[in-house]
């Protein structure tokens, strides 16, 4: 981050009365007054500059709030109430926010278990490498009487790609759903794939 580089010159910057409007200007500030980088560590003053960067909408500052309250670095808040600020990231587009939130949807310790919308949170972050997310995610598809054939395709690759990985759940849930059949119906048009 530039601000790590060169404290002094952004926090003169971001003091600016010009810069008060932008939204980004309470969360670079919060960072600068959690690191103590250039002034005296303030973190009263970091959490309330951080809240109101949640308030005013910041994606990233509302992932960062909701991580120091599961971390019990906010005293004052109770950490179930991270959720709300884990989601708040999650809808915003962060990854590592829709990531939790599906998860959470999908396992149902913090939140109410709900299919659909571990889903949904998972479809939005667009798994990377993660193996079990990837079986996680096949599974969900597979389990949706709402899956559609592109649905179903990409459930087919993402249990091929935890199959590969090792995750034998995942070869389960591949030979189980056919998911092959998807992967050649939509992949070689006119092909024999009924065998």
Do not use: W
């Not at 939140?111 to 599974?139: G, M, Q, S, T």
């Not at 559609?148 to 030979?175: C, F, P, T, V």
């Not at 759903?177 to 939509?186: A, G, V």
């Amino acid at each position: 981050m530039i601000i790590e580089k060169n404290c002094a010159a952004a926090y003169e910057i971001l003091i600016k009365d010009e810069l008060k409007e932008f939204i980004e200007t309470d969360y670079y500030l919060s960072q600068i007054y959690m690191t103590a980088c250039e002034v005296e560590e303030d973190l009263d003053k970091a959490y309330e500059l951080l809240k109101r960067s949640v308030d005013n909408g910041f994606p990233k500052a509302q992932y960062d709030y909701a991580e120091l309250i599961n971390k019990g670095a906010i005293k004052d808040i109770p950490r179930r109430e991270s959720f709300k600020y884990y989601e708040m990231a999650a809808n915003s587009g962060i990854y590592e926010a829709q990531i939790y939130v599906g998860r959470s949807y999908y396992d149902g310790k913090i939140v109410k278990k709900d299919d659909e919308k571990a889903l949904f949170y998972l479809k939005e972050a667009k798994i990377r490498d993660d193996v079990e997310l990837h079986y996680i995610f096949a599974k969900l598809i597979c389990e949706s009487p709402e899956a559609s054939e592109e649905d179903m395709r990409r459930a087919a690759y993402a249990s091929l790609y935890a199959m590969n990985k090792g995750n034998i759940y995942a070869k389960q849930l591949y030979y189980k759903y056919n998911l092959e059949f998807y992967i050649c119906i939509l992949e070689r048009p006119g092909a024999d794939c009924c065998h």
